[in-house]
């Protein structure tokens, strides 16, 4: 199985800055012949379902804002909230679709300082 | 409108037994792949199996904890994916998302919660 780590476990972030999260896969998650990384993140508020944000490790799903931004490549991800919102406070997961099962980070919380 | 309804969540004793449902609409369920995905309470996402869409063959994968316990299905005249809980651990208290995707999870119902207790 493919172990998903994510650092930091959470962090705080003051509105308008940027937030970084990052996710490690245990092997790589490039697939060579489309070159493409089987990676997603999401997003979970409190009381809600997680809701997808980027795939492909870097294609934001629609209506999500562009604050958000996905990179990386192989086994080494992250996540960027560019100037950061009261209503990104959530948790945050990364998975790989490379291959089953799949498999999530245990998450980083994300709040306001 | 696109959407995923779960229900069936409850209390059950260890050693139980009880099938959760999804109702899907706004999407072409037989060409969808399903999975479902739990969350026990205060952790992160576990991803429990899936059944794959008939276009890939409909097969279904499970999770090692669950394998050999749970089973999805599905039945595309009533748009609904089930899944069957057998020999019900107290582990396998959590809330349980029925959620879509081939590859990436798309859309996610809202869960039910199932509660494994004495």
């Known amino acids: 199985d493919i172990v998903m780590t994510q650092s930091p476990d959470s962090l705080a972030v003051s509105l308008g800055e940027r937030a970084t999260i990052n996710c490690k896969s245990s092997?790589?998650?490039?697939?060579?012949?489309?070159?493409?990384?089987?990676l997603a993140w999401y997003q979970q508020k409190p009381g809600q379902p997680p809701k997808l944000l980027i795939y492909?490790?870097?294609t934001r799903d629609s209506g999500v804002p562009d604050r958000f931004s996905g990179s990386g490549s192989g086994t080494d991800f992250t996540l960027t909230i560019s100037s950061l919102q009261a209503e990104d406070v959530a948790v945050y997961y990364c998975?790989?679709?490379?291959?089953?099962?799949?498999?999530f980070g245990p998450g980083t919380t994300v709040d306001i300082k | 409108e696109v959407q995923l309804v779960e229900s069936g969540g409850g209390l059950v004793k260890p050693g139980g037994s009880l099938r959760l449902s999804c109702a899907a609409s706004?999407?072409?369920?037989?060409?969808?792949?399903m999975s479902w995905v739990r969350q026990a309470p205060g952790k992160g996402l576990e991803w429990v199996g899936r059944?794959?869409?008939?276009?890939?063959?409909?097969?279904?994968d499970y999770a090692a904890p669950v394998k050999g316990r749970f089973t999805i299905s599905g039945d595309d005249s009533k748009n609904t994916l089930y899944l069957q809980m057998n020999s019900l651990k107290t582990e396998d208290t959590a809330v349980y998302y029925c959620?879509?995707?081939?590859?990436?999870?798309?859309?996610w119902g809202r869960g039910t919660l199932v509660t494994v207790s004495s």
């Open positions: 959620t879509t995707g081939r590859w990436y999870f798309d859309l």
């Open positions: 706004g999407f072409t369920f037989s060409n969808a792949s």
């Open positions: 059944i794959k869409s008939k276009l890939d063959g409909g097969t279904t």
């Open positions: 092997q790589s998650v490039l697939f060579s012949s489309n070159n493409k990384n089987y």
């Open positions: 492909w490790a870097s």
């Open positions: 998975q790989q679709y490379y291959s089953t099962p799949r498999t």
